[in-house]
């Protein structure tokens, strides 16, 4: 079983301030994917990064997956209140998920 | 519409008490998939099912029995239940074999009293 350890566990910011969560392991991936789930809601899937150095965009939202395939990031510029959940990252292949980071966008 | 339904969505259950959570998938996927959620943990994968076949049981107790009729439907079966498996289960698809990733209906609540 492959472990992911998300930082910070919890992150609370005004609207319109940028911010980075980490996806971390000791292991390599083959591909790495990032959720939002909202409060009585499963996960949404946003992206999936398969090539090491990957940086894919989604509106606001920039993923980068580490050259090394061991960790992934996820920044958000001028976050905004719609922007508030639960951000996890999963390995693909072992079906695993991290801990997830708990973010709350203020108004 | 998610294209993932889970029923029901909240459950209250006594520790004597039998009863089911039901999920079905219209994605046409492959693989399914039942995770618990609870408010101190990550998400837990349980079981996966891929074409029908069960592929994986997590250590889960017995108390706990899955059943995969067909690739569009997962049932999670519970009985004499324990105060600590109160959490929100979610039952996800996906095409194996595939880095589309996980579909997930939107959970059941479950509440052991």
């Known amino acids: 079983t492959q472990l992911l350890e998300q930082s910070p566990q919890f992150l609370s910011i005004q609207e319109g301030e940028n911010l980075t969560v980490y996806c971390n392991s000791s292991?390599?991936?083959?591909?790495l994917q990032w959720y939002r789930q909202e409060p009585g809601e499963g996960p949404v899937l946003l992206v999936t990064?398969?090539?090491?150095?990957e940086v894919k965009k989604l509106k606001r939202l920039t993923f980068q997956f580490g050259d090394a395939r061991k960790d992934s990031s996820l920044h958000i510029t001028a976050a905004q209140p719609g922007d508030t959940g639960l951000y996890l990252c999963a390995g693909v292949r072992d079906m695993r998920f991290g801990a997830g980071t708990r973010l709350t966008v203020k108004p | 519409e998610t294209g993932v339904t889970q029923t029901p969505r909240h459950l209250v259950m006594g520790m004597t008490n039998k009863k089911s959570l039901k999920c079905e998938q219209h994605?046409?996927?492959?693989?399914m998939y039942w995770y618990k959620q609870s408010a101190k943990k990550p998400l837990e994968l349980m079981f996966v099912y891929n074409f029908k076949e069960q592929t994986e049981n997590n250590s889960v107790p017995s108390r706990f029995s899955p059943e995969c009729p067909n690739s569009s439907h997962l049932f999670l079966h519970l009985h004499t239940l324990q105060p600590e498996d109160s959490a929100l289960y979610l039952c996800?698809?996906?095409?194996?074999?595939?880095?589309?990733?996980?579909?997930f209906g939107s959970g059941t609540r479950l509440t052991v009293v």
């Open positions: 994605l046409g996927h492959n693989a």
């Open positions: 292991s390599v991936f083959s591909s």
């Open positions: 996800a698809s996906s095409q194996e074999g595939r880095d589309y990733g996980y579909t």
């Open positions: 990064v398969v090539t090491g150095g």
